[in-house]
């Protein structure tokens, strides 16, 4: 079964610095996608990222991007010039291509400091 | 507005009362799931849908019902609740095409006591 593993359970960073939160997955397949979703306060889900697994171009949506390491099955995200609403639970997803049995890691928290 | 909706947002019951957790999304998405949140695990898919009456089991299914007889509607039904299903539960539903993101639901706070 696919797996995916959030190794830091709480991350800080000070505003406008960068900060990294690391994910790994395990698959046997060759073709499927990963996510970041940020979770805030409000506890609902916001898509921060998607990232196919056919491309190779890592993905990027203003401040946030990703790299990805499909050989190594590495997924982390990147947020630049971070802001105090960026705080929130971050959860990394796993998605076969061809069904809809999709995993979470456990989450990484993210404080930011004034 | 394309949305996904759950109702009840909020419920406290008690052990082995039946009850049942609405979901519906207004978008035509073939696939929708039934997520739980609880600290320290991240969200566990408890059952998906590829499409109406074909369910499929995912992480945690035990002590859950789902069915699909509408492709707007994927109700969560818990027959004999336990203390243990104290948890926050999503749905969520996504396309098969290449829209593939999963929107999720506000969310429900269950309290089984």
């Known amino acids: 079964a696919q797996t995916v593993t959030q190794s830091q359970p709480e991350m800080s960073v000070q505003e406008a610095e960068t900060v990294t939160l690391s994910c790994t997955y395990d698959t046997s397949e060759s073709d499927y996608y990963l996510f970041w979703y940020k979770q805030p306060p409000s506890r609902q889900m916001i898509l921060v990222i998607r990232?196919?697994?056919?491309?190779?171009q890592n993905a990027t949506e203003n401040r946030f991007s990703v790299n990805f390491q499909k050989a190594a099955k590495s997924f982390s995200l990147k947020i630049s010039d971070s802001q105090l609403g960026d705080a929130a639970m971050y959860f990394c997803a796993y998605r076969p291509y061809n069904n809809n049995d999709m995993r979470f890691g456990a989450g990484t928290r993210l404080t930011v400091k004034p | 507005e394309a949305q996904v909706t759950q109702n009840p947002r909020y419920l406290i019951t008690v052990t082995g009362k039946k009850l049942t957790v609405t979901c519906s999304q207004n978008m035509n998405h073939e696939y929708m799931s039934w997520y739980r949140q609880d600290p320290g695990l991240g969200l566990r898919q408890i059952y998906y849908s590829m499409n109406v009456e074909v369910t499929d089991k995912g992480d945690v299914p035990e002590g859950y019902k789902v069915s699909r007889k509408e492709k707007r509607n994927f109700p969560l039904i818990l027959e004999s609740p336990s203390p243990n299903q104290t948890s926050l539960y999503f749905c969520a539903s996504s396309s098969r095409g290449e829209e593939y993101e999963q929107y999720f639901g506000p969310g429900t706070r269950l309290t089984v006591t």
């Open positions: 990232q196919e697994a056919y491309k190779q």
